[in-house]
């Protein structure tokens, strides 16, 4: 079973930028996919976006296309995600999420991080 | 992409069945094999109970069931337990290689 641990939780100001890490373990496969899922206060579950193990394929939801961008460091199996121009909508628990290949779902999941944007 | 439909609440007392309903487009549920559903307690991290639209992942109580028809895929939990009360999502792989999920049901076990 893949272990995954993210970063701490974050304090943010409006506009600006967050990096949100997350680091696996227990997989042999370099073909290991990293889904992003957030949960906002109140609300439900909502899918980022997908990316592979080297960072060279990726594919986020159109509302987060262009504020988004991913680092992949393959020595340390971290995966993380930068999410820029943060607004109060964007406070939120992250989830990452481990798919094994061609499975499309997620059968891992890290701790969560809340991230608060809040001036 | 807009959020699956589920019921905001459902309810039922011990060893009784509920059925979580999951209604998409054919953009999603109606066109895809890949329907999913995770459970999910308050403070804790999603867990897979059905995937593939019906399969159970290795360790899941045969309790918990999944179907579809047309545009709206169904979780049913039968002999309900008091550990089943949580929040269950849906989510469905697209036509366009995305993810979505649904807007969440809360469970209540009487």
């Known amino acids: 079973q893949v272990h995954l641990v993210q970063s701490e939780s974050e304090v943010k100001e409006p506009g600006a930028s967050v990096r949100l890490s997350c680091k696996a373990s227990?997989?042999?496969?370099?073909?290991?996919?990293f889904h992003w899922v957030r949960q906002a206060p109140g609300l439900g579950l909502e899918w980022l976006g997908i990316v592979d193990p080297t960072g060279d394929i990726t594919k986020f939801a159109q509302k987060f296309q262009g504020r988004v961008s991913v680092t992949t460091d393959t020595s340390t199996t971290t995966v993380s995600m930068d999410l820029d121009s943060l607004t109060s909508e964007d406070t939120a628990v992250y989830y990452c999420?481990?798919?094994?290949?061609?499975?499309?779902?997620?059968?891992?999941w890290g701790q969560g991080t809340l991230v608060t944007v809040s001036s | 992409q807009s959020a699956l439909t589920q019921p905001a609440s459902v309810s039922g007392s011990p060893g009784q069945s509920i059925t979580i309903s999951c209604s998409g487009t054919t953009r999603d549920v109606g066109s895809s094999d890949h329907v999913f559903w995770y459970q999910h307690h308050p403070d804790k991290a999603p867990k897979l109970m059905i995937f593939d639209v019906y399969r159970r992942p290795s360790g899941i109580s045969i309790r918990f069931s999944g179907s579809k028809s047309g545009n709206t895929a169904s979780l049913t939990i039968s002999g309900l337990q008091p550990e089943d009360e949580a929040d269950y999502y849906c989510?469905?792989?697209?036509?366009?290689?995305?993810?979505?999920f649904g807007s969440g049901t809360k469970l209540t076990v009487l």
């Open positions: 999420a481990g798919e094994r290949p061609h499975t499309l779902y997620f059968e891992s």
């Open positions: 227990g997989y042999t496969s370099s073909n290991y996919f």
């Open positions: 989510t469905s792989y697209t036509s366009n290689f995305m993810y979505v």
